[in-house]
């Protein structure tokens, strides 16, 4: 049976209102809305939540917040909560994003709050990982991506219902315009590793997406990999067509 794969994009700071809400016009008239050949989600900046959810509405295409904070409630100035993001109408939280490590003090730490946090609320916890640039130099990629991984899923409670974790092995180096796109065999090998931690940490496979500079030209190779589940795409991804665009393709390959 043809995979169906997980595909979606952050838009990080980007997109106003009449940006967003053209992107969620283009998505719900496309044939990935019933999701019947893809899990396709987007995770637009916190104001565009509520209106790019009711856009979607109709659709299998699940919103997200890029960021929550780990209690439900609180004298937590500037941050939102798990509580909120989905009264907002996300049903998924991005954790754990290199750029929220590199520049906002988020910590494997929070990062295991904060999936546990998702979880409570019903949310898809979609948690990522990757090494930097200094420790893949160092050879040091296998180390962190235990590390990472052991510590994010330690606080999940995995008899309560049925957690939906998605990880994303997001290799810092690879990401955005400075970024250098990861060769797909050394993402398989990444997969493959990242796979057996799954096995040894929560007894369970999870969904394993790649992010980093996916584009047209590397997105089929990338996701018809063994232990690649799908594909987080930024740049490529922020206009909806090329979202569409990958998708269609990816799925085509999978087929
Ligand atoms: O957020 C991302 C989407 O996976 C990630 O930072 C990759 O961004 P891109 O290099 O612009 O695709």
Not at 26 to 32: Q, T
Not at 50 to 57: D, I, P, Q, T
Request: proline letters at 4%.
């Amino acid at each position: 049976m043809a995979k169906r794969p997980w595909i979606g994009t952050n838009w990080k700071m980007n997109k106003t209102f009449v940006e967003a809400d053209e992107f969620a016009r283009i998505v719900a008239g496309s044939d990935f809305a019933d999701g019947a050949k893809a899990q396709l989600f987007a995770i637009p900046s916190f104001p565009a939540i509520s209106r790019v959810a009711e856009a979607l509405k109709e659709t299998k295409v699940l919103v997200g917040a890029q960021n929550i904070h780990w209690e439900d409630a609180g004298q937590f100035t500037g941050e939102v909560s798990a509580v909120q993001a989905r009264d907002a109408g996300a049903r998924l939280a991005l954790i754990g994003h290199s750029e929220r490590r590199e520049m906002f003090g988020e910590t494997d730490e929070t990062v295991a709050l904060k999936a546990a946090a998702a979880l409570r609320q019903g949310l898809v916890a979609l948690v990522c990982i990757g090494d930097t640039r200094d420790e893949f130099d160092a050879g040091r990629t296998a180390e962190v991506l235990k590390r990472q991984t052991e510590i994010a899923l330690s606080k999940i409670d995995w008899t309560a219902g049925e957690p939906t974790v998605v990880v994303a092995y997001e290799p810092v180096w690879s990401i955005g315009v400075r970024g250098t796109p990861a060769e797909p065999g050394f993402v398989e090998e990444q997969h493959g590793r990242i796979k057996q931690l799954f096995g040894s940490v929560v007894g369970r496979d999870l969904p394993l997406l790649y992010g980093g500079s996916v584009n047209p030209g590397n997105a089929v190779d990338l996701a018809t990999r063994e232990g690649i589940d799908g594909l987080f795409i930024g740049r490529s991804a922020w206009d909806a067509n090329g979202l569409l665009a990958i998708a269609r393709d990816v799925t085509d390959a999978l087929a």
